[in-house]
């Protein structure tokens, strides 16, 4: 199938972000105000500006809105809290539906903040992270449970954003893991779609989506050898993209491995989000075209357009068809 072709179902269908759904802080700071505090005389960072974007699942999400779905919503656990607030009213100007969302006292909400220098609009300051270190507190996971036994039959696509890189945390509990396992091949026509910084190998009859570091680091930890066909089978999943940055994904599956390039990008100006965005283009095309090879193809073609936005960008179907058009480009 055609890039029009396959965005031209998209509108057809409805999508749900299951997961981490976290803000992204982008604070613009002015190096030429950063004086010592009169107080105690700590360097500050004065920050100018500040911008904020659903990040984690919530960019993955965003990313899907771009491209045309019909419907898209984010299960998950937002914070009652300042940062809390920012992140429903991003999800919500975009459109994402936050129905499902649990919100609760128990936890900060999951938040990123980039520092970024106003005189060369490089990010060149720690990062500061708002984690959860300890567990999801039972009554928000039994929301999360229950919620999504209830709505699986809504969606056509189910994307996993397994973000948290701490042992616990995060939404994605053994618990949660567990019942996706359970509904995905209970729903076959469905697409379940996982992707995770640290737990990859944990997950069990899904789609896996690793970058080429954490299937490397999970097939080490497993085996002792990298073996991507070892790592799929082990998690019984019935496919594996593996994304390799610059150089395409790698698909794998029962008949084996195939290596779909990606078209070339010249100086990306930024690749965070990369990931977010190829699972969001290729979970959408697997489910209009069954095809692992041609949804590769069309998840890199999404994120060549990403990478070349500052942030954690989206691509419009416009900019679709104009890559598609322009391969070498």
Same mark, same amino acid.
């Given at each position: %199938?055609?890039?029009?072709?396959? *965005? ?28 010592? #505090? ?8 004065? @920050? $100018? ?10 960019? @993955? ?7 045309? =779905?019909?419907?898209?919503?984010? /299960? ?11 992140? +429903?009213?991003? *999800? ?5 539906? /936050? !129905? ?39 009554? =928000? ?5 229950? #919620? *999504?036994? %209830?709505?699986?039959? +809504? ?9 948290a890189e701490t042992s616990q945390g995060g939404v994605i509990t053994p618990a949660v893991r567990n019942l996706l396992s359970e509904l995905a091949p209970q729903y076959p026509e469905r697409i379940f779609f996982a992707d995770s910084r640290a737990r990859i190998h944990l997950f069990r009859n899904v789609i896996l989506k690793p970058n080429r570091q954490e299937a490397e680091s ?7 050898? @990298?073996?991507? !066909?070892? /790592? ?7 496919? %594996? ?9 790698? =698909?794998?599956?029962? +008949? ?12 990306? =100006? ?6 977010? #965005?190829? +699972? ?7 489910? @209009? ?18 990478? %070349? ?5 989206? $691509? #419009? ?13």
């Open positions: %199938m055609t890039a029009a072709e396959i *965005l031209a179902q998209f509108p057809k269908l409805s999508a749900l972000v299951v997961g981490d759904i976290c803000l992204d802080r982008w604070c613009t700071y002015d190096p030429a105000a950063s004086e010592p #505090s009169r107080e105690t005389g700590i360097p500050r960072i004065a @920050v $100018a500006g500040t911008e904020v974007t659903p990040g984690a699942g919530g960019t @993955v999400a965003s990313n899907l809105l771009a491209l045309g =779905v019909r419907t898209v919503g984010v /299960l998950g656990a937002i914070g009652q809290d300042g940062f809390g607030l920012e992140l +429903s009213h991003a *999800l919500a100007t975009r459109g994402i539906s /936050l !129905e499902l969302c649990v919100r609760t006292p128990a936890m900060q909400t999951f938040t990123y903040t980039k520092l970024i220098n106003a005189q060369t609009g490089i990010e060149d300051q720690p990062r500061l992270d708002f984690i959860n270190t300890a567990p999801l507190a039972p009554a =928000v996971e039994r929301q999360i449970l229950d #919620s *999504l036994q %209830m709505a699986v039959e +809504s969606f056509d696509v189910i994307l996993i954003a397994d973000q999970a097939s080490r930890a497993l085996f002792g050898r @990298v073996d991507f !066909e070892a /790592l799929r089978r082990h998690a019984e999943a019935p496919l %594996m993209f593996v994304t390799l940055g610059a150089e395409g994904a790698l =698909v794998v599956g029962e +008949s084996g491995e195939t290596w779909v390039r990606s078209r070339p990008a010249a100086n990306p =100006v930024d690749i965070c989000g990369a990931g977010d #965005s190829f +699972s969001a283009g290729a979970s959408l095309a697997l489910r @209009v075209t069954g095809s692992p090879d041609e949804a590769a193809r069309f998840g890199n073609l999404v994120a060549s357009i990403t990478i %070349m936005k500052r942030g954690t960008g989206t $691509a #419009s179907p416009q900019e679709v068809l104009a890559a598609y058009a322009n391969p070498g480009d």
